[in-house]
């Protein structure tokens, strides 16, 4: 995929006032509006020039476009980091695939979502107001799903200053998480979006859970995925070992015969959700080094006492 620089589209400088970038706007439309442009591109030209205008019109996809494109250049290879937008507050959940449609991928990989609206949510409050939710990412260890927290979370929020311009506001939040919250979930804060027209309640902000990298464990909706090493011994012979989890320890039974990369499934011992996940180790098994006089000898016994070809094993 390759980077857009948005500003380029339009002609504007990075730190153009949204005046000047309406302004390009209207102009590149009256040139490249397909009804009246004489240009051969005139329709692939004027997607491009929406595109851009969608983006830098909106203090808060200006905002977030600007920190993560920054040392792009228009044309390079690009792949967005992973959370990139962590920490953005928005005022909408995104495009929707329908919605996000007529633009390009590297605006749908941005900005868009996918099944927005399904997700659960945590309340923190007891009442949905009429003012507009807000919308931001925040990043959890995944120590928290198993004990439960309170986490101080720190938000950004765009604004437009005096002269048109684009500017960072930060708040800090202390969050409640709940036990058993999962990727994807939703945390909702009551009354903490924007304000509402008149006297009546604001909305909520809505803070979508994701877990940063584990050294150890990866999460897959409600179930943990586990690599746990075992000596050869245990794999030929079966055993039963200890698995650290991150509330608790687990005695598991290696089944004999067991082979690298074999799948154990562990019901229950997931996410601690409702219904709780599962936990899945892949075996891995690590052969000791050769390192010693009577580690090599224990090799030698075996390469001469047992009648094991791996080649031939792997192709019956």
Sequence with gaps: MEFKDYYQTLGVARDAPAEAIKKAFRKLARKYHPDVSKEPDAEARMQ????????LSDPEKRAAYDQLGQNYQ??????????????FEFSKHGYSKAEAADFSDFFAELFGRSGGGRHTSFHA???????????????LNLEDSFHGATRQVSLRVPKLDSDGRVTLESRTLNVQ????????????????????????QPGDLLLEVHFEPHTRYRVEGRDLHLTLPVAPWEAALGAVVTVELPDSTLKVRIPEGAQNGHQLRVRGKGIPATPPGDLLLHLEVVLPPANTPKAREVYETMARELAFDPRTEARV
């Design 74 to 87: 228009s044309g390079q290879d690009f792949r967005p980091p992973p959370d990139w937008d962590t920490g």
């Design 177 to 200: 998480i709940p036990k058993g919250v999962r990727e994807g979930q939703m945390i909702r804060l009551a009354g903490q979006g924007a304000p509402s027209q008149g006297d009546g």
């Design 48 to 55: 491009d020039v929406n595109e851009a205008y969608a983006v």
């Design 125 to 139: 409050g007891h009442f949905h107001g009429v003012g507009e939710d807000h919308y931001a990412k925040i990043l």
